[in-house]
């Protein structure tokens, strides 16, 4: 296979970076949809607020013999999402648009649920639930990123990574705990 060599029109490039500087980040060799990657993107990150307020109410009301180290589990996952968030907020942000953070309608907008529990087990089993629906449509979002916005889908391949991560821990909750 012949060596395939880089060439780019600097000058070209310069001329271009000069066009349309008000859409900040998405310059022409964008190829996704701008207007439906923001819509994705705040539906992900309302997935994620609604998980840092799940497990973050779980991390206080817990109880049972062996809940301080589930709540430590849940407060840690907590502050993943709320990582998670801030990264999906800074890329929509970078896209041009708007972080939708509103409280009404989040749960219209989140992928998952705000289910309380009643015991110990039950809030690992809503937690597990959560994380399976966050994978599921963190996957679709992936495939529809595609090559056309590579740094979204990057985001939420990292995302997913924990994710799973995520879903796994809970999943030896639920085995320790069942």
Do not use: W
Not at 14 to 22: K, L, N, T, V
Not at 45 to 62: G, N, P, Q
Not at 124 to 140: D, G, P, Q
């Amino acid at each position: 296979m012949p060596k395939q060599t880089f060439v780019s029109d600097i000058k070209e490039l310069r001329r271009r970076a000069r066009e349309h500087m008000e859409k900040g980040a998405v310059t022409p060799s964008y190829h996704g949809d701008v207007e439906t990657a923001v819509k994705i993107l705040n539906e992900a990150l309302a997935t994620e607020i609604v998980c840092v307020l799940r497990y973050s109410y779980h991390a206080t009301v817990a109880t049972g013999l062996d809940s301080e180290a589930v709540k430590e589990e849940f407060r840690q996952h907590a502050r993943e999402e709320q990582e998670h968030a801030g990264r999906i907020a800074e890329r929509i942000n970078q896209l041009g648009g708007k972080p939708n953070m509103s409280p009404e309608g989040i749960l219209t907008r989140a992928h998952s649920e705000y289910v309380e529990g009643d015991t110990l087990v039950q809030m690992i089993k809503e937690n597990l639930v959560a994380e399976r629906i966050a994978i599921e449509s963190y996957r679709e979002m992936i495939k529809y990123f595609g090559d056309g916005d590579p740094t979204s889908r990057r985001l939420m391949e990292s995302i997913l990574e924990k994710e799973e991560e995520h879903a796994n821990d809970m999943q030896d909750l639920l085995k320790t705990h069942a």
